[in-house]
């Protein structure tokens, strides 16, 4: 067989571009972070929205004029911005009811789980949910929009965490629980999520009801089996649920998922995210549990500029992959404040977590500058020996500092001026990057003799610097960037 150049060139490529492909897992070197088929660590950074999977009148931001049928999203826009700005992770949102009320509105959402045939009509209007028949283009939307995700970018796919449950609305709007598949209203199946009757539906968080239960176990299954064969997957099992039994619904969950993988060909990660108003004493509830990724929430308050997780972001201690998300943290204090913004992703980044935005996709400025920041950071983190890298915020008076000490070290400057950095003595290659322009702004070579030594950036304001070790010599170059390198204090 005689194969020429260019098929050869072409069949090399596509292998080097499916060469990730495989399910995520724990990087056993560093679980702060997954690794891909080709053993590389993955950060995990990006953009995601109320409405990317079931459409919603969250897809315009504001609910306050309802229809029905809710706008239609427009998911392949959605992925050329997230592809724009180098991002590589979204949660696919899930709503539970078909019609949730907010202080400023009413939003519709659909498509969902089960067939909505009758006989009968449920409170919204609608023909009862059949909860033994499943709406197949509820599936067949979540199947082609990870695969869209995947594909969005050849060898760069976007990870797509599934959202099984959604738990907010349990707390804050139990009133839409009259419109929810499990309301014995609204099924044929005679299945009554509310078994104390008192109008909210919590029990369907919980162990309590057994019918409710096997259906839900039901959904998962179809859900595995719809999207096992694709390797950018992930699951969470529900959004902020913390009504009294969740926890204990969420773990029987996830052991139910990993139990289930197990007969499957493929096994992807599966996580827990916050409990909605949790304080810090629930921390523990996620590290404990049997999930493989986590998503910490607010511990100061919500919408808090002085929350720990927003203002100082303690250094995750690994076990599992911490994705820090706004969603949990805040929305107002991000939302218009670009430095804010800008400043919690290096923060997060520093300290060994992944962090993601929510957001609504509109123009404001906290928005932009977090989207271009996720990208920036990742583009370190692809550069790096990520794996190697963990916060060691000791080395740096900054106290922001994601090192492999002696080899490589990224460190953030929140604020401006000169700072200094723990080195082994040797020889680095540095590059200076401004994070508010986003642009390189100076490189070389500089020698270390060892111990502290005193940094100053070409640029005022918050700064980054890459270095790595190596024994190139420095080039011939005036740039402003070799006296202003490296000195001891």
């Not at 050329?80 to 899930?94: G, K």
């Not at 008192?198 to 057994?210: K, P, S």
């Not at 400057?413 to 020889?427: I, K, R």
Request: hydrophobic share 40%; aromatic share 12%; proline share 7%.
């Amino acid at each position: 067989m005689h194969t020429r150049p260019s098929h050869l060139i072409l069949v090399l490529g596509l292998m080097a571009a499916n060469a990730w492909a495989a399910p995520l897992r724990i990087d056993p070197n560093n679980s702060r972070y997954f690794m891909d088929g080709t053993g590389k660590a993955v950060y995990l950074t990006g953009s995601h929205t109320w409405a990317n999977l079931q459409d919603n009148a969250l897809a315009v931001g504001v609910p306050t004029i309802p229809t029905d049928p809710p706008p239609v999203f427009d998911y392949n826009t959605y992925l050329n911005l997230l592809q724009a700005r180098n991002h590589n992770f979204i949660r696919l949102w899930a709503w539970e009811p078909t019609k949730t009320y907010f202080s400023n509105g009413i939003s519709y959402a659909q498509p969902h789980p089960w067939a909505r045939s009758g006989p009968g009509t449920a409170l919204d209007g609608k023909p009862k949910f059949n909860l033994n028949q499943f709406n197949q283009a509820y599936f067949d939307r979540l199947r082609s929009r990870v695969i869209a995700a995947r594909d969005k970018s050849i060898g760069n796919p976007i990870y797509v965490s599934i959202m099984l449950f959604e738990g907010w609305y349990l707390l804050a709007v139990p009133t839409s629980w009259q419109h929810h598949a499990f309301n014995a209203a609204n099924n044929v199946n005679a299945i009554n999520g509310d078994a104390n009757g008192n109008g909210q539906g919590e029990e369907t968080h919980t162990l309590q009801v057994a019918s409710v239960l096997a259906v839900q176990r039901a959904y998962v299954r179809k859900v595995i089996d719809t999207v096992n064969d694709l390797d950018n997957v992930l699951y969470e099992i529900a959004n902020e649920s913390a009504v009294s039994g969740s926890t204990q619904w969420q773990y029987d969950m996830i052991n139910y998922i990993k139990t289930y993988q197990a007969t499957k060909p493929k096994q992807h990660p599966v996580g827990m995210t916050c409990q909605a108003w949790s304080l810090s004493s629930a921390y523990h509830l996620l590290w404990n549990s049997p999930a493989d990724w986590i998503s910490l929430g607010q511990a100061a308050g919500f919408d808090n500029a002085n929350e720990l997780y927003i203002k100082n972001p303690p250094a995750a201690p690994g076990g599992k992959v911490s994705i820090l998300d706004t969603d949990h943290l805040g929305w107002h204090v991000y939302v218009n404040n670009a430095a804010l913004s800008r400043a919690w992703v290096w923060k997060s980044f520093l300290r060994g977590h992944n962090p993601i935005l929510m957001e609504d996709l509109k123009s404001n400025s906290g928005w932009i500058a977090a989207r271009a920041s996720m990208g920036h950071a990742r583009t370190y983190a692809k550069k790096m020996n990520l794996a190697a890298m963990t916060p060691q915020n000791v080395l740096s008076t900054t106290t922001y500092s994601l090192a492999k000490a002696g080899q490589e070290y990224l460190v953030y400057q929140a604020g401006s001026g000169a700072f200094s950095v723990n080195l082994t003595s040797g020889t680095y290659a540095f590059e200076w990057f401004n994070p508010a322009t986003g642009a390189i702004a100076a490189t070389g070579f500089v020698t270390a003799a060892g111990g502290n030594q005193s940094l100053t950036p070409p640029f005022t304001g918050p700064a980054v610097l890459y270095l790595k070790k190596g024994t190139t010599p420095p080039p011939v170059n005036p740039s402003p960037a070799k006296p202003r390198g490296l000195r001891r204090p």
